[in-house]
């Protein structure tokens, strides 16, 4: 199947601080990229729906300017955690999916730890 | 609107016991189904899929079988072993997002 490489993989941080996480897709463009939030113990959560060229989508309750999202090409979408506080620590995974439209493929996720 | 509901867990199970996963869903186009295993502080590993009705998703003796009449995707293995101890997510592609379950741990002993 096809690639999604997410990085870093792990990642600890100072409070305030911001913190970029890559999601690359290796063999295929990307037409719609996901980010998810999982928390222990839980199911992913959707943050937000990017296509590449255009402004996200954020689900509900995610609040855009602290998640900003950017899917500047077809094999590269960002989210950068602005102003990083202990809470944001969490395991974010990214999807990637094509214009097939009938499957996406998984990053491997990032574990963000805030101090 | 589209959901998955999928069988609660925990489940412990004996090495070699049969495995059984409920998943079921709600849709209103033609999705795929998906299930997806997760090992602790790693993330999703593709199980298997099936992109149409009656079509079977198999892989490593895990095997699901979409049924529309149904709505189901209930995944199952006739020997669990030790090593199948994970969560395991179902879950369905409307080609706009993903929908998931809940997940449901298996522990598997010796």
């Known amino acids: 199947g096809a690639v999604v490489s997410q990085h870093p993989s792990r990642v600890i941080c100072k409070s305030g601080t911001s913190v970029k996480i890559e999601c690359r897709s290796l063999?295929?463009?990307?037409?719609?990229m996901f980010w998810y939030r999982q928390f222990p113990k839980q199911s992913l959560m959707l943050m937000a729906t990017?296509?590449?060229?255009?402004?996200?989508?954020?689900e509900q309750g995610v609040e855009k300017d602290k998640f900003l999202i950017n899917h500047a090409s077809l094999t590269l979408s960002t989210l950068t955690v602005t102003s990083a506080h202990p809470e944001d620590s969490s395991f974010y995974i990214c999807?990637?999916?094509?214009?097939?439209?009938?499957?996406?493929?998984f990053g491997q996720g990032t574990r963000l730890t805030v101090v | 609107g589209d959901s998955v509901t999928q069988m609660e867990g925990p489940v412990t199970l004996s090495e070699e016991a049969f495995l059984t996963i409920n998943c079921t869903y709600t849709?209103?186009?033609?999705?795929?189904l998906f299930w997806y295993v997760q090992y602790p502080g790693e993330g999703l590993q593709l199980l298997l899929k099936a992109t149409k009705a009656d079509d079977k998703g198999s892989n490593k003796g895990f095997e699901a079988t979409y049924r529309k009449e149904t709505t189901s995707f209930h995944l199952e293995k006739g020997s669990v072993q030790v090593s199948d101890s994970a969560v395991y997510f179902c879950?369905?592609?409307?080609?706009?997002?993903?929908?998931f379950g809940t997940g449901t741990s298996l522990t598997v002993i010796p």
């Open positions: 879950a369905l592609y409307t080609g706009n997002q993903f929908y």
């Open positions: 999807s990637a999916g094509t214009d097939m439209n009938t499957e996406a493929f």
């Open positions: 990017s296509n590449e060229g255009s402004k996200a989508t954020y």
């Open positions: 849709a209103t186009g033609y999705p795929s």
């Open positions: 063999d295929f463009q990307a037409t719609t």
